[in-house]
Structures are given as C-alpha cells and as structure tokens.
C-alpha cells in the first residue's frame, strides 16, 4: 500500500515562513504530479501549487510570488516552501499525489492526512 505523510506545520506569525514536507512511501513505481491543497474552516478544499515529474510547477494567484513548490524524486519527497504568511493562509494543508504502485495498471490518486498550518500574531 502507498502512504502520504506531511510534516512541517505548525504555528508562525504573519510575514513568517514554513516549510511543509510531503513523503510517499510503499510499494511505489512511479509518481506524476504531486499537489498541495488546504481547507480552512467553513471552506471547501482548494488547489495550493502542483508540479509534475519534470519539475513544471503551477500555483494558484493567492500564494504566486510567496510559495514555492519543489520535489525530489529520488525520495519521492514533495515540498512547499511558504514566505510572507498572512492570517488568510490559515488551514489545514493536505498533500496530494497520482501514483502508480508496482504491478498495478495506472495511477492512483493517494491524499495524506493533512497538517494544521496557523498564521496568527
């Protein structure tokens, strides 16, 4: 089975920075685009940034300019560097990614069990 562990939340101050991990482990082949969602309370769960295999990256407007997506794939290891936090940015950030376990046809999407970010003075 393949498992999606975030790590890295936490509590920050605004015009603060956080750096979240993701690392996807288990019986894995391949990995194609991994994401970052979050979900404040009361609100449905939105896109953060994603990136794929090549490195390509896409980010949604409210965090272009402050958060930077990357990966490792040797590690299968994704990452979300977040610099001039706002209270706005206060959610529970998920990790989300399409992966192809050995011996299995396609991919899969897998979701990690979340970490609290909280952007407060």
């Known amino acids: 089975q393949v498992q999606l562990v975030e790590s890295g939340g936490g509590l920050v101050q605004p015009g603060g920075s956080l750096r979240l991990s993701c690392a996807a482990s288990?019986?894995?082949?391949?990995?194609?685009?991994m994401g970052w969602y979050r979900q404040a309370p009361g609100n449905q769960r939105e896109v953060v940034a994603s990136i794929n295999r090549n490195g390509i990256t896409m980010y949604t407007d409210f965090v272009k300019g402050r958060f930077t997506i990357s990966r490792d794939n040797a590690k299968n290891t994704m990452y979300l560097q977040m610099d001039s936090l706002k209270s706005e940015d206060t959610a529970v950030y998920y990790c989300?990614?399409?992966?192809?376990?050995?011996?299995?046809?396609?991919?899969?999407?897998?979701w990690g069990q979340g970490t609290q970010v909280t952007v407060s003075s």
């Open positions: 288990g019986n894995i082949d391949s990995i194609n685009i």
């Open positions: 989300n990614a399409d992966i192809k376990i050995r011996g299995q046809w396609g991919y899969r999407e897998y």
